[in-house]
């Protein structure tokens, strides 16, 4: 049973780019969640996705940035028109079910982002 | 909003000496206590986790911690560490009644000398 896979591993931009982020959660997962670790950081919670639906994007910057999870294909994280401070990793997570005592958050790899 | 606090950013130990990393969490409520790990290079994976009952939880090789709701703490254990276990540590919180948005320490990365 494959893990959490998100593509590309790394992915470097120039300032003004857009970059897209992508994650395939675990099979018979249908929760996606996106967190930021920026150097030297914790991860921060960006937002939390449903198939077609965004269920909290509490953590996520007003401008630039976007997350869907189509009823078909992975969820993908889009950053418009990014900027230096946009480098960080992004890690995606999946759940079997949002609600619930007992489910946890399994992690991809990550995407290592760097603008130039 | 929750916060959380791993006071040791970075802990050096011999192998085979204990282990005890600090966990403080910031939240009103009722809440679900996590350790992850994230070996180098490779991505992050849950130590342990309380969701309720007993407050001392065992998790993989070998590790423990134990929830002791009036420091709002969550410390993490091990009696004897090898050096396998160089890796970074991160306590997160969730609300409780559900695993929904985590939130993280700044981690603590373990060096274990050979």
């Known amino acids: 049973n494959a893990g959490v896979m998100q593509n590309p591993r790394h992915l470097v931009r120039r300032r003004g780019q857009e970059a897209r982020l992508r994650c395939s959660p675990m099979k018979g997962h249908s929760h996606v969640y996106w967190y930021r670790q920026l150097p030297e950081e914790g991860l921060k919670f960006m937002v939390y996705l449903q198939k077609e639906n965004i269920i909290d994007e509490s953590g996520m910057p007003k401008e630039r940035f976007s997350a869907e999870f189509p009823k078909e294909g992975p969820s993908i994280l889009r950053i418009q028109q990014v900027v230096r401070g946009d480098s960080a990793a992004y890690f995606c997570?999946?759940?079997?079910?949002?609600?619930?005592?007992?489910?946890?958050?399994?992690f991809g790899p990550g995407t290592r982002l760097t603008v130039l | 909003a929750q916060s959380v606090s791993q006071h040791n950013h970075h802990v050096i130990l011999s192998e085979a000496a204990s282990l005890e990393l600090g966990c403080n969490y910031s939240?009103?409520?009722?809440?679900?206590l996590f350790w992850y790990v994230q070996y180098p290079g490779q991505h992050l994976q849950l130590l342990l986790k309380y969701f309720s009952g007993d407050p001392l939880v065992k998790g993989i090789k070998g590790f423990e911690a134990e929830f002791i709701k009036s420091k709002f703490s969550f410390n993490l254990r091990k009696p004897s560490v090898q050096w396998s276990d160089t890796a970074e540590y991160f306590c997160a919180v969730s609300p409780g009644g559900s695993a929904r948005q985590l939130t993280f320490g700044s981690g603590t990365q373990l060096t274990v000398l050979p």
């Open positions: 939240y009103g409520g009722t809440v679900n």
């Open positions: 997570a999946s759940s079997p079910n949002g609600a619930g005592t007992t489910n946890e958050q399994f």
